[in-house]
């Protein structure tokens, strides 16, 4: 019997003065078996970066020609890809040909190094493609605030984010470092 996805909620409030967007969004977030709590955040976050109310989460990471989170036009041209991880490079090549902007959020500090030693250059080729590494710190601080049903704040502000949840007394300043805008 194969194990389920575990079923996150968030009430997401976002104040992103570099965008001036001003906005609460109810997300519903399934976490693959072989996804970690982490790693569902970092979809969050991207989410809190991006947020839009036409931005939504891809059918999950079991699916290949979908990424993490996309914003389609009304015309159902794909505006904005946003993988997470250390995707091949034939992937961000689909990825670059299919829509207009891609952006690649890598983590884990130590495998992020030689991803990008081995991507850098062939990456340098596409124009519409952006990559941000978070740190493993970061990424750990994300991870404890994890919870079935979460009230979080994202204050975004000269390109970086501050997370609070409404459980935790903790803010985090997220760690973005961009490696190719």
């Known amino acids: 019997m194969a194990i389920k996805s575990s079923i996150y909620k968030a009430q997401l409030n976002v104040a992103d003065m570099d965008r ?16 970690t709590e982490a790693r569902m955040m970092l979809r969050i976050v991207c989410f809190a970066l991006h947020a839009d109310p036409n931005l939504v989460f891809g059918r999950g990471i079991s699916t290949d020609n979908e990424p993490d989170l996309w914003r389609r036009s009304m015309a159902n041209d794909i505006e904005l890809w946003i993988d997470l991880g250390t995707p091949d490079e034939s992937r961000i090549r689909k990825a670059s040909g299919r829509a207009d902007r891609v952006l690649l959020y890598v ?3 130590r495998s992020v190094a030689a991803w990008w ?7 340098m080729r596409f124009n519409n493609v952006s990559v941000v590494q978070i740190s493993d710190e970061s990424m750990q601080a994300m991870a404890a605030l ?7 704040q994202g204050l975004i502000e000269g390109g970086q984010l501050a997370l609070s949840s409404a459980e935790h ?4 300043e997220v760690e973005l470092t961009t490696l190719k805008a």
């Open 20 to 35: 001036h967007v001003y906005d609460t969004f109810p997300l519903t977030i399934a976490c693959h078996p072989s996804e």
């Open 107 to 109: 983590y884990g500090d």
């Open 117 to 123: 030693a081995k991507n850098e250059a062939a990456l």
């Open 146 to 152: 994890a919870s079935s049903n979460m009230s979080l």
């Open 169 to 172: 007394e903790t803010l985090i």
